[in-house]
């Protein structure tokens, strides 16, 4: 397809965002969460045609080029201060995660083992790209895959328009509240909206303690690799084993970049 195709969807992205933008700077509304808004609103009434949707689907690239641009705003010495304080607790939310979601999928809702792990990586980790790595080393459904992606998007949108109400309800101090909404919301855009849409301070910490989060996608992905290559269904152990290579190309690639520009922001 031509770059030229893309143009019409391209500006529709660059259309809702600035109009999203004006609207924060006229009513209580942040810009971001407007945007978010708007875009959901269109996107689920009049929806987007043809002659838009080729440029409307570049939309993960801006946001992730976005968050790698964040990078070179991330000063290293802030980080250090705080850094056994957040590695800690970002280790500890991501199993603790892990640990709740099974136990309550298996042992209370009876859900399918496979379908539970789905659920435990996208909430634990990082939403749909969790979702979608696991889903891989472990050979699960399509219909796993599409239910878990469809239940963490669905979380996504409650805690992007909750988490700042209840931030200011509760008069969090910015660092306070970025830390929170990036150690337990699902997904790196909601939690970059819900961030900066409480301050800058805030938006920047909820990015850093999320992309934290997100590198262990790997550690994940391979633990739950490993469990299931272990305990094939008739209790035996099986003989193949997904190739670390494999596993690691699934990780998000924009966490690369982020971390490069934080390095090079530093220098």
């Not at 391209?10 to 209580?28: E, K, M, S």
């Not at 990082?126 to 796993?144: L, N, Q």
């Not at 992606?149 to 109400?165: I, N, R």
């Amino acid at each position: 397809m031509r770059p030229p195709d893309r143009l019409p969807g391209i500006a529709l992205l660059a259309f809702v965002g600035l109009l999203g933008y004006a609207v924060g700077t006229v009513t209580p509304v942040p810009g971001l969460v407007a945007a978010v808004a708007i875009g959901a609103l269109v996107g689920n009434t009049r929806g987007v045609s043809g002659r838009f949707a080729p440029g409307v689907r570049t939309h993960k690239l801006w946001l992730e080029t976005g968050i790698v641009l964040m990078g070179a705003g991330i000063a290293i010495g802030a980080v250090l201060d705080a850094g056994a304080a957040v590695l800690g607790l970002v280790v500890a939310v991501v199993i603790g995660t892990v640990l709740f979601v099974e136990l309550l999928s298996r042992r209370v809702l009876s859900v399918p083992e496979k379908l539970s792990s789905l659920l435990a990586a996208g909430a634990g980790v990082c939403r749909v790209s969790a979702v979608v790595s696991v889903a891989g080393s472990i050979d699960a459904e399509e219909s796993h895959v599409a239910y878990a992606s469809a239940a963490v998007l669905a979380f996504d949108a409650f805690t992007l328009v909750v988490y700042p109400v209840v931030g200011t309800a509760l008069s969090l101090p910015d660092a306070a509240y970025g830390v929170w909404a990036g150690a337990t919301m699902f997904s790196t855009g909601p939690v970059a909206a819900a961030g900066f849409a409480y301050s800058e301070t805030a938006g920047r910490w909820a990015v850093l303690v999320k992309l934290v989060r997100n590198t262990l996608i790997g550690v994940v992905t391979v633990g739950y690799a490993l469990y299931y290559a272990r305990r094939a269904d008739t209790g035996e152990l099986s003989a193949e084993r997904p190739g670390l290579a494999a596993v690691v190309s699934k990780a998000p690639r924009f966490l690369v970049g982020f971390l490069l520009l934080v390095v090079l922001g530093n220098m």
